[in-house]
Each structure stands twice: as C-alpha cells, then as structure tokens.
C-alpha cells in the first residue's frame, strides 16, 4: 500500500491555472475510475472536490476538474484564487480492496 | 443537518487500547459504508479501515490489521474503532467519514463527502 506521488508544492499568482498530479500503479489508479481530490485548509477537516476521476460535487466551483490518464490522475484548478490556497490530496482504490492517499502537495497562492 | 461526531481519543501508553467512537446524525446511517481516516501531526492523510452499511464486510490498512478493529451500531447510529497494541506511529488525529451515494449505491472507495471534526489520539509512554 504504497502512497500515491503527488508533487510536495505548486505554486501559481491569482488567475492562472495550475494541475496537481498523483501518480500511481496500474493496482490502483490505473485500474480504476475511483480517484478523489480533496482540499484541506489548516487546522481543518479534508473538503471533497473531485468524486471518480473528474465528477464534481453540488456546491463544488467548476474551477476545479479532474482527469486520469494510464496511472496518472490530474486535479486543474483554473483561475486561481487566494481562497484555492491549501494542502489537497488525491486518494484511489486498490486492487487489495483499500484505499490509498497521495503524500500531499502544498499550493501556495503567490 | 448532516453530522459526524468523533470521542474516545486521548493519551495512551504504548501497548495500550482505545475505543473511538462516531456518532451520526442527519442521514440514514445504515444506508452507508463509513470509514475512519487518520491523519499525523504535519503530515498527510491515511486511510485506516472501512465497513459496509450492514456491518458485513470490513476492510484494513495493513499498518493496522490484526490491531484494529472496526464495527458498527445501526441501531445507535454509531460507527466504533477498537485500536489495540496501540504504537506511537499510531498517534494522529482520527476522522470519521462518509463516503457519498451514487445511483443508490454507498462503497467506502467513493469520495468521501462527509466528514467529523477529527479526535486526536496520542501514543506515549
């Protein structure tokens, strides 16, 4: 149950884009359409924004997409925003019938 | 208004056991797969373990299995994580979550929409 790589930091100024990858195996991401994206603020509790590769939650803003490709999943966020700064995490199912996260990567909003 | 609520977490010796605890409010508990999520001190999150809306099925992390244990009241509306031979690797806040429905259907895999504030659980002698 190796952890998913994701980039530690990205960066970008206000109304760029920029996409966070998170790579895994052809056990996990690539064998499955159950990739999720979450954002965490400090000192809070995970917030979903992407649900099964690139479905979006009620509520969630279509800044915010997802995309796989082989063992890859991508989370763009366009248009950037002070508020977008935050820790965001991918997770995936595995073929041993768990789940596994990505290390993290930090967006700092420059 | 839909809600989690975790209790039990505190200070324990290595070695030792604790019972957390997750109570729900707002939805239809039994019509959903729960899982517990855990996450260390400055670091990311991990996926601890998950069970089924009937109780049946239950799966691991392998960091975890044969220590802990997940179980649930329907009755109560309460999800529970027995951890035993507690280590301090194991020392992380603890967050009770709700994986979302799709088409009528809940599996612990899916995203995960709901989720409690977190109690924290700390390993050390």
């Known amino acids: 149950q190796s952890a998913l790589t994701q980039p530690a930091s990205v960066s970008g100024s206000p109304g760029q884009s920029i996409t966070i990858s998170c790579t895994g195996t052809?056990?996990?991401?690539?064998?499955?359409?159950?990739v999720s994206w979450y954002q965490q603020h400090p000192g809070k509790a995970p917030k979903l924004m992407i649900s099964?590769?690139?479905d979006r939650p009620s509520g969630v803003s279509d800044r915010f997409s997802g995309s796989k490709s082989d063992n890859t999943a991508s989370l763009t966020i366009s248009g950037l925003q002070a508020e977008d700064e935050a820790d965001y995490y991918c997770?995936?199912?595995?073929?041993?019938?768990?789940?596994?996260f990505g290390g993290g990567t930090k967006l700092t909003v420059l | 208004e839909v809600q989690l609520l975790e209790s039990g977490g505190g200070l324990v010796q290595p070695g030792g056991s604790l019972r957390l605890s997750c109570a729900s409010s707002?939805?239809?508990?039994?019509?959903?797969?729960m899982s517990w999520v855990r996450q260390a001190p400055g670091k990311g999150l991990e996926w601890v373990s998950a069970?089924?809306?009937?109780?049946?099925?239950?799966y691991y992390a392998d960091s975890v299995k044969g220590r802990f244990s997940i179980s649930r009241d329907n009755s109560a509306n309460t999800l529970y994580l027995q951890m035993n031979s507690l280590r301090a690797e194991d020392t992380a806040i603890y967050y009770c979550?709700?994986?979302?429905?799709?088409?009528?259907?809940?599996?612990?895999?899916?995203?995960?929409?709901?989720w409690g504030q977190g109690t924290t659980v700390t390993v050390s002698s």
């Open positions: 979550a709700r994986p979302r429905v799709v088409a009528g259907r809940s599996y612990f895999y899916y995203g995960v929409d709901v």
């Open positions: 707002g939805f239809t508990f039994i019509n959903h797969a």
């Open positions: 997770s995936s199912y595995t073929s041993t019938a768990t789940l596994v």
């Open positions: 099964d590769v690139s």
């Open positions: 069970i089924t809306g009937g109780g049946v099925s239950t």
């Open positions: 052809n056990g996990d991401v690539g064998a499955y359409d159950y």
